[in-house]
């Protein structure tokens, strides 16, 4: 594997700064992992595998600017949650820059009908009781929705709790719309 270019360390603390740029020790270790080892044959594939470093961003502007960098210094990126999956989702099989969102935790609105919008690392924990403020609550969550983000149970869940009284995530109304930013040389929002 190439060497990890060293003056993208520097641009991307100059984008997000130097406290939220983790670049070696548990931390990092920490952040390149989810549950992956709960199976043996994950366990065994994934143990050895870890990003370069990881950052935080805090805006969606900082986490478009951090794609453009990495994208012209061709580094992989990994987008990461909570990291409370079990299938090594989140784990960067080619080194790079694990992307944690969990800095980008803000719930935008909550409508009177029920719908959320919010920014994708915000915690289902956070969400719950806002929801309850306002008089919903979330119709299907993981087990482990106090810590689980919203976009990481959207990216790697599939049901959990109140699946059976409202279905899934594919069940209908679940998910409404989803606003993602595409990974390319000129990010975009579709």
């Known amino acids: 594997m190439p060497t990890f270019p060293e003056s993208l360390i520097a641009q991307l603390a100059g984008l997000v700064g130097e406290a939220n740029v983790i670049t070696g ?3 990092l270790e920490t952040l390149s992992k989810d549950f992956y080892w709960y199976s043996p044959i994950l366990k065994e594939q994934l143990q ?18 951090a794609i453009v960098l990495c994208h012209e210094a061709r580094v992989p ?28 935790d803000r719930i935008l609105e909550i409508t009177t009908d029920g719908v959320l919008r919010s920014e994708p690392g915000v915690r289902l924990g ?15 969550k993981p087990s482990t ?7 990481g149970f959207l990216c790697g869940g599939s049901g959990g ?15 409404k719309s989803v606003t993602l930013l595409t990974i ?4 975009r929002l579709v």
């Open 184 to 187: 390319e040389a000129e990010p």
């Open 161 to 175: 709790i109140g699946s059976v009284t409202w279905g899934g995530l594919a069940a209908p109304g679940t998910v």
């Open 145 to 151: 929705w106090v810590k689980s983000t919203l976009a």
């Open 25 to 27: 020790g548990e931390s």
């Open 48 to 65: 050895d595998k870890r990003g370069d470093l990881a950052i935080r961003p805090g805006t969606v502007e900082e986490l478009r600017a």
């Open 126 to 140: 956070v969400v719950e009781p806002a929801a309850r403020q306002v008089g919903w609550e979330l119709r299907c």
């Open 77 to 104: 990126i990994v987008p990461r949650g909570a990291g409370t999956g079990n299938y090594g989702q989140c784990i960067p099989l080619f080194g790079g820059v694990v992307m944690d969102l969990t800095r980008l």
